[in-house]
């Protein structure tokens, strides 16, 4: 497709349970960052992949959100045991390598994530 | 390291007024870029401008100016003629553009636009 493509759009999961949520970057994209979004806040910066590089993941809050990304373009990020403090929207975004005026970060609509 | 801080939670402006959303940033990359993105209450993140560090002029787009000022580090977006449509999120962000640095965001500015 032309854009981010992110799914689930909607994942409601019982608390305890792992989830995976996947993002397909815009072709030709290096660059993948995913954000989460909790409601009514800014964006809290999670894991950044670049190329082949190994991955920025300073940002992953506990050992039990991990990410991949597959072949440098497919990412999915993994939670696991989940917590009701995870429930909050995932938003993934590409980019080419320096994201300049012509290149900016595309971001994807975000996989809702609600734990119960 | 980098910083990105944005002192205004929330604006209140009449329509057809100027706005002016606060933005400073700190990083030790000589080399940058500073975006603004828009976030209505759909929730979609909406590329707004971009500013280099060594662009020397003030970028434009339609009603959306950045005010760059390096030397204070700061990148106020400046919406002209503001609209009804404008009322949304606005979140500033950066990317160093050192060997692999991400772009990292500032909290938002709420801006709601009065009839």
């Known amino acids: 497709g032309a854009g981010v493509s992110q799914s689930p759009s909607n994942k409601v999961t019982e608390k305890g349970k792992d989830v995976e949520l996947r993002c397909d970057p815009i072709s030709g994209h290096t660059a993948l960052y995913w954000y989460r979004q909790s409601l009514g806040q800014g964006l809290e910066f999670l894991i950044y992949?670049?190329?082949?590089?190994?991955?920025?993941k300073s940002g992953l809050p506990s050992d039990r959100f991990s990410a991949e990304r597959t072949g440098g373009s497919v990412s999915t990020l993994t939670i696991q045991r989940t917590q009701q403090e995870d429930s909050a929207v995932y938003l993934c975004?590409?980019?080419?390598?320096?994201?300049?005026?012509?290149?900016?970060?595309?971001f994807g609509e975000g996989s809702w994530l609600t734990v119960v | 390291a980098q910083k990105i801080t944005q002192t205004q939670p929330g604006m209140f402006v009449q329509e057809k007024e100027a706005v002016t959303l606060d933005c400073t940033y700190d990083t030790s990359d000589q080399s940058y870029g500073l975006f603004w993105y828009k976030q209505p209450s759909s929730g979609e993140m909406i590329f707004l401008i971009y500013q280099g560090s060594y662009d020397e002029q003030n970028a434009t787009e339609g009603r959306y100016s950045l005010n760059f000022q390096k030397a204070r580090k700061s990148a106020n977006l400046v919406i002209s003629a503001s609209q009804l449509g404008d009322s949304a999120m606005y979140f500033c962000?950066?990317?160093?553009?050192?060997?692999?640095?991400?772009?990292?965001f500032g909290s938002g500015t709420r801006l709601s636009i009065r009839p």
């Open positions: 975004a590409s980019s080419t390598r320096t994201a300049n005026s012509g290149n900016t970060i595309y």
């Open positions: 992949f670049q190329g082949n590089s190994a991955p920025d």
């Open positions: 962000a950066m990317r160093g553009y050192s060997s692999a640095s991400k772009i990292i």
